[in-house]
T-cell receptor
Framework: AQSVSQHNHHVILSEAASLELGCNYS??????LFWYVQYPGQHLQLLLK??????LVKGIKGFEAEFIKSKFSFNLRKPSVQWSDTAEYFC????????????FGAGTRLFVKA | DAGVTQSPTHLIKTRGQHVTLRCSPI?????VSWYQQVLGQGPQFIFQ???????GRGNFPDRFSARQFPNYSSELNVNALLLGDSALYLC?????????FGQGTRLTVV
């Protein structure tokens, strides 16, 4: 069965600090990978996605993620966080050919201190 | 462009009651999925429908059911509500591989 593991449940950073959120998935086949963000009081929004090709993908608001197939990882990064990045971040995966069933990690709550 | 719309946004039900949640997908999207998000956890997959047929089901009891209509809108039904069913219920529509989420319905069971 597919599963997604996010290593950090809570992260606190100061503005301008660099961010890296870990995500590992468990699935032996080909996958599509996503990072979603949920700002306080708002719905889930797609930050970035990986389907194929260049394993380094860039998303909105300066976020990027790197797919490392050998490590089953898809870590999210941002060089310099802002107070407005305070939100909950979810890593998600769905399997190629498995329809649209998307499995989510438990989420990482990021708090950025101004 | 209208996104995924869900109704109602909030509701309160009593244990043992039944509830129906509704979802309208983005125009042109033929797949709808339902998720349950309990506070402090990631969304958990409940159902996926494509072209009015159930294509996937998560690990939820038979009290949970859903259907998709010819216009691709969908309903999630939950019978015999339990306190533990209190959660945010999310609907997502998809055209291909990417899911677009609605604002959710916050269900409180008392």
């Amino acid at each position: 069965a597919q599963s997604v593991s996010q290593h950090n449940h809570h992260v606190i950073l100061s503005e301008a600090a660099s961010l890296e959120l870990g995500c590992n998935y468990s699935y032996g086949g080909t996958v599509n990978l996503f990072w979603y963000v949920q700002y306080p009081g708002q719905h889930l929004q797609l930050l970035l996605k990986y389907f194929s090709g260049d394993p380094l993908v860039k998303g909105i608001k300066g976020f990027e993620a790197e797919f490392i197939k050998s490590k089953f990882s898809f870590n999210l990064r941002k060089p310099s966080v802002q107070w407005s990045d305070t939100a909950e971040y979810f890593c998600a995966v769905n399997a190629r050919g498995g329809g649209f069933k998307t499995i989510f990690g438990a989420g990482t709550r990021l708090f950025v201190k101004a | 462009d209208a996104g995924v719309t869900q109704s109602p946004t909030h509701l309160i039900k009593t244990r043992g009651q039944h509830v129906t949640l509704r979802c309208s997908p983005i125009s042109g999207h033929k797949s709808v999925s339902w998720y349950q998000q309990v506070l402090g956890q990631g969304p958990q997959f409940i159902f996926q429908y494509y072209e009015k047929e159930e294509r996937g089901r998560g690990n939820f009891p038979d009290r949970f059911s859903a259907r998709q209509f010819p216009n691709y809108s969908s309903e999630l039904n939950v019978n015999a509500l339990l306190l533990g069913d209190s959660a945010l219920y999310l609907c997502a529509s998809s055209l291909y591989r990417e899911a677009f989420f609605g604002q959710g319905t916050r269900l409180t069971v008392v």
